[in-house]
């Protein structure tokens, strides 16, 4: 789709006011489209029935509407919904809707393919091919919601950025697509059921507790000892975990907001009493709550889900330890729609 026309979604509601201004008419013809773009999800500019048919062709002469495309969707038995959805250029990413009796959540794609590499996580061997733009993430949940709706008949009421990508490795364009879920010109939905979840960039934590966000954030930690932690998630090297402490204190202090810690526990890897003390001790430089999730298998063998009473030992000690811990179980496993399993397989 080279067509040399700008996305207009592209541009801000100030600049399509000023747009139009210059083009000789009024500055409110800017917000109409604006509302067309994004809160009604208009796909072409014959949608925009408010606005003069001139004024639409003007439009399709100067800009494209950039749109995603659900190229398809698969539905798990359990009701879990996976999107596999085509960008303006081609490239595809997948974005999931995950039910339960109270809520029905979107997880959100940040980028195509991923910027780290994880050794347990599918989406790492595609590499990062590129950031997703505001829109594209927007998009997603635009979908997503609509999803909801038809098959849950309710609308979303919680997303997790725990897609494909590094959230924190497209900061801009995350704060951005947020800032368009959150306001009333968007989806006007609550910052408060919005997660962001990191495998730990310390710089970049520090920096959304300075900006202030309002949304959660979400540490995928799986291992508090060094060297373990590198040998599973390569780029703690880079961030070691003092790093990490050091900016979940100053997130804590600025936000004085719970941190959520993601946990897998894998055979041979992380489920020895020394794995689970160093946790705890984790667990206690700021206030938190513990998610262990069931690990889904990406193929070769290298890791392989804990056994149970390894997993319950975890649990224990974390309870004795008075943390809150909640042990989820994966969603969509048949449509390799479970964390860690989006590689556009489909
Ligand atoms: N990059 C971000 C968000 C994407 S991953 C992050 O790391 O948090 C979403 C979650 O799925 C993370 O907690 C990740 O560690 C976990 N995950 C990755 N591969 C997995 C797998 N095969 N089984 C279970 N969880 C996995």
């Known amino acids: 789709m080279a067509t040399g026309k700008k996305d207009i979604r592209a541009l801000t509601k100030d600049d399509l006011r000023e747009f139009f ?30 606005v003069s048919k001139e004024t639409r062709q003007m ?35 997948e974005s999931v809707l995950i039910p339960t009796a109270t809520r029905t959540t979107a997880c959100v794609s940040s ?53 494909m990508g590094e959230p924190l490795m497209n900061y801009n364009n995350v704060i951005k697509a947020i800032d368009k879920i959150t306001s009333p010109e968007g989806l006007g939905m609550s910052a408060k059921r919005i997660t962001v979840s990191t495998s730990g960039v310390p710089k970049m934590i520090k920096k959304m507790a300075d900006d202030e966000v309002k949304f959660n954030l979400a540490v995928s930690l799986h291992s508090a000892i060094d060297d373990v932690r590198t040998s599973i998630m390569p780029f703690n090297e880079t961030f070691p975990l003092v790093d990490l402490k050091e900016a979940l204190e100053y997130w804590y202090d600025k936000t004085q907001r719970t941190i959520s810690y993601e946990y897998v526990v894998w055979k041979g890897i992380n489920d020895t009493q020394k794995d689970i003390d160093a946790f705890v001790k984790f667990c206690k430089y700021v206030p938190c709550k513990v998610n262990i999730i069931e690990y889904n298998p990406i193929d070769d063998g290298q890791f392989q889900q804990a056994t149970n009473v390894a997993l319950e030992n975890y649990i224990n000690t974390l309870e004795k330890n008075r943390i809150v811990v909640n042990v989820r179980r994966s969603r969509g496993k048949d449509i390799d729609a479970a964390c860690g399993q989006l590689a556009n397989k489909s």
């Open 111 to 163: 980028q195509v393919g991923c910027s780290l590499d994880c050794k347990f996580c599918a989406t790492a061997r595609l590499k990062r091919m590129r950031n997703l733009n505001p829109d594209e993430i927007y998009d997603q949940v635009v979908s997503i919601d609509k999803e909801s709706r038809l098959y849950h008949n309710r609308p979303l009421s919680n997303i997790v950025f725990m897609g």
């Open 59 to 93: 439009l399709e002469d100067n800009f494209v509407i950039n749109h995603i495309e659900v190229d398809t969707m698969q539905r798990s038995k359990d009701g879990t919904v996976k999107n596999a959805v085509r960008l303006h250029d081609g490239l595809i990413v």
């Open 21 to 50: 201004v210059k083009q000789g008419d009024k500055a409110f013809r800017g917000n109409q489209v604006y509302e067309w773009l994004w809160q009604k999800s208009a796909h072409t500019f014959k949608d925009m029935t408010n």
